[in-house]
T-cell receptor, first 118, second 115 residues
Framework: AQKVTQAQTEISVVEKEDVTLDCVYE???????LFWYKQPPSGELVFLIR??????QNEISGRYSWNFQKSTSSFNFTITASQVVDSAVYFCALSEGVSNFGNEKLTFGTGTRLTIIP | ETGVTQTPRHLVMGMTNKKSLKCEQH?????MYWYKQSAKKPLELMFV???????ENNSVPSRFSPECPNSSHLFLHLHTLQPEDSALYLCASSQLAGSAGDTQYFGPGTRLTVL
């Protein structure tokens, strides 16, 4: 069974500080996909990134970067020079690679609430 | 309209009422999903539809009744709900029905309160 753990329930940092959100996953599949979503107060989950298990290259998108390490089953998310608009709940999610038609199950972590203090 | 839209955004209903939630996706996707998000709980997948056919019912009580008339629209009909059904109901869609790792795109949700 797949599982995603986001041990940090809440994080608060002062604006312009860097912050890293942790994500640890469990799966028996060798093929799987990892995702990060952002949920601002408006409620909508905003897709940030999708990564497959065969691509361990770290990715950078503006102030966002992701560190994927299969050896530790982690897919951590770092925001550099944080801004107030980054305040949201962030979810890490896992989808296993063996697809049973119609069952694209995303397993979500419980989320990390990030507050950026002006 | 772009992306995934949901109406209403907020809904308050009594336990004896009947109401419906609506979701529409403008992305040309083939799969649609209902999720329930309760406070301090992980997102719970409720239903999955591929090409209008229901392919997943995650042991959801019968007081929740989904309907998918076409690949762009998804409804969740509600009747005789309980206060513990109060939650944020999120709709999502994805492109490749049956494809593992397919990215799901979410709507803004309907905040439901059952009195």
């Amino acid at each position: 069974a797949q599982k995603v753990t986001q041990a940090q329930t809440e994080i608060s940092v002062v604006e312009k500080e860097d912050v890293t959100l942790d994500c640890v996953y469990e799966t028996r599949d060798t093929t799987y996909y990892l995702f990060w979503y952002k949920q601002p107060p408006s409620g909508e989950l905003v897709f940030l990134i999708r990564r497959n298990s065969f691509d361990e290259q770290n990715e950078i998108s503006g102030r966002y970067s992701w560190n994927f390490q299969k050896s530790t089953s982690s897919f951590n998310f770092t925001i550099t020079a944080s801004q107030v608009v980054d305040s949201a709940v962030y979810f890490c999610a896992l989808s296993e690679g063996v697809s049973n038609f119609g069952n694209e199950k995303l397993t979500f972590g419980t989320g990390t609430r990030l507050t950026i203090i002006p | 309209e772009t992306g995934v839209t949901q109406t209403p955004r907020h809904l308050v209903m009594g336990m004896t009422n009947k109401k419906s939630l609506k979701c529409e996706q403008h992305l040309g996707h083939n799969a649609m999903y209902w999720y329930k998000q309760s406070a301090k709980k992980p997102l719970e997948l409720m239903f999955v539809y591929n090409f209008k056919e229901q392919t997943e019912n995650n042991s959801v009580p019968s007081r929740f009744s989904p309907e998918c008339p076409n690949s762009s629209h998804l409804f969740l009909h509600l009747h005789t709900l309980q206060p513990e059904d109060s939650a944020l109901y999120l709709c999502a869609s994805s492109q490749l029905a049956g494809s593992a790792g397919d990215t799901q795109y979410f709507g803004p949700g309907t905040r439901l309160t059952v009195l």
